[in-house]
């Protein structure tokens, strides 16, 4: 985790929950990948006010060691650490973490990503499945993420070994909402049927990261905008009793006009929740940001998404799409949920009479 120290907080400085392959750096300060030149950050830029929070502290810090220790104990990976999760600490100091299966390692390689990528992966832990719920099990979790690295290599792209690991854990913690953030599978709707046929599944979750005219430019060649709708679009008509998720970045030379567009497309396959954040440069080899919209612009986005009938939306610029992920579920189930997502204006149907939780700028 990397952080800088500033009057006691610390400064996001990473995205999650995405995959990224290192370039090489031309002669005009560009990165190519694939053909393309790409700019860099090669500088860290200076981060507005608001993506200041606090460390955890006190009973938080324990409860934050103690996840920590569960993770380890059971030689798990977590999206947390491996994609340098800004979050981490606020997620693990509530007790919350989101675990990634398959592997700490991607077949691919998106520009904007801190998991490593590799070609041939190790083989799946047979294991993993049973060390997952254990863990679970004594961290006591209401709300369980579990998100994957993408496996090409396989055949199914891991789906039966997805499937294994909401099963284990679903067995052993009945009572935890599940919430799994899937990979594309390649496109295959077939290993898609066999990973959600029954399956204990509150929540399938898959994100489409940027808006389409940036798919080339920001996801590996693998990767599509179009893609990512058919799995979504594909799931809910093979269970509609599943909420569908995605989850849009902000930052990468999208437009405001463009990052509605896409809300639409998504919401157009009857997609339930979204979450919309701002893309932070993982380090200088990663695409560059190229904007930090005010944070009152998240508020306008979020109340698009519920006029064009979103179940729930939480955006902010500290959001991801895994950070306190339960909270969403349970606004809109329980419509007198008072919880708050640190950096996030979260609105839910039907529309609140009340003001939707403010967005916090920092952590009192």
């Known amino acids: 985790m990397s952080f800088q120290i500033h009057e006691g907080s610390y400064f996001l400085s990473h995205l999650v929950h995405i995959f990224f392959k290192r370039g090489t750096v031309d002669k005009f300060g560009g990165t190519t990948m694939q053909g393309k030149s790409l700019p860099i950050a090669d500088q860290k830029p200076r981060l507005p006010h608001w993506f200041r929070t606090k460390l955890p502290s006190g009973e938080q810090q324990q409860i934050f060691n103690l996840t920590k220790a569960a993770v380890k104990d059971n030689k798990l990976?977590?999206?947390?650490?491996?994609?340098?999760?800004?979050?981490?600490?606020?997620?693990?100091?509530?007790?919350?973490?989101?675990?990634?299966?398959?592997?700490?390692?991607?077949t691919r390689g998106c520009r904007f990503c801190a998991v490593g990528t590799i070609k041939t992966p190790p083989p799946l832990d047979a294991e993993e499945p049973q060390q997952l719920a254990e863990a679970?099990?004594?961290m006591n979790l209401r709300h369980l993420v579990i998100t994957v690295v993408n496996r090409?290599?396989?055949?199914?792209?891991?789906?039966?070994?997805?499937?294994?690991?909401?099963?284990?854990v679903k067995q052993r913690c009945p009572e935890v909402s599940?919430?799994?953030l899937c990979s594309d599978l390649a496109g295959d709707t077939a290993a898609l049927e066999i990973l959600l046929d029954g399956a204990p599944l509150d929540i399938f979750a898959h994100n489409v990261e940027c808006v389409p005219r940036l798919d080339t430019i920001v996801r590996d060649a693998r990767a599509s905008f179009s893609q990512s709708l058919?799995?979504?679009?594909?799931?809910?008509?093979?269970?509609?009793?599943?909420?569908?998720?995605?989850?849009i970045m902000v930052g990468v030379g999208e437009t405001d006009e463009?990052?509605?567009?896409?809300?639409?497309?998504?919401?157009?396959?009857?997609?339930?929740?979204?979450?919309?954040?701002?893309y932070l440069a993982p380090s200088s080899?990663?695409?560059?940001?190229?904007?930090?919209?005010?944070?009152e612009m998240y508020d306008v986005w979020a109340k698009q998404a519920i006029d064009m009938g979103f179940a729930g939306i939480a955006s902010g610029p500290l959001v991801r799409s895994s950070f306190k992920a339960g909270l969403l579920l349970r606004k809109t189930i329980d419509e007198h949920n008072e919880e708050e997502?640190?950096?996030?204006?979260?609105?839910?149907?039907?529309?609140?009479?009340?003001?939707?939780?403010?967005?916090?700028?920092?952590?009192?």
């Open 258 to 278: 463009e990052i509605t567009e896409a809300m639409h497309l998504l919401r157009n396959i009857n997609v339930d929740f979204l979450t919309i954040g701002q």
């Open 178 to 180: 599940i919430e799994l």
């Open 230 to 247: 058919s799995i979504l679009e594909h799931a809910k008509k093979l269970r509609p009793d599943i909420l569908t998720k995605s989850s």
């Open 136 to 138: 679970v099990e004594s």
């Open 77 to 106: 990976h977590t999206v947390c650490e491996e994609a340098r999760c800004p979050n981490i600490h606020d997620c693990w100091s509530s007790g919350d973490a989101t675990f990634m299966v398959a592997g700490k390692e991607c």
């Open 285 to 295: 080899k990663h695409l560059a940001v190229d904007r930090f919209p005010e944070p």
């Open 152 to 168: 090409d290599d396989l055949e199914d792209s891991g789906a039966s070994h997805y499937r294994a690991c909401i099963d284990a």
């Open 341 to 364: 997502l640190p950096g996030a204006y979260v609105y839910t149907q039907p529309k609140q009479d009340s003001q939707p939780t403010p967005l916090k700028t920092s952590i009192d």
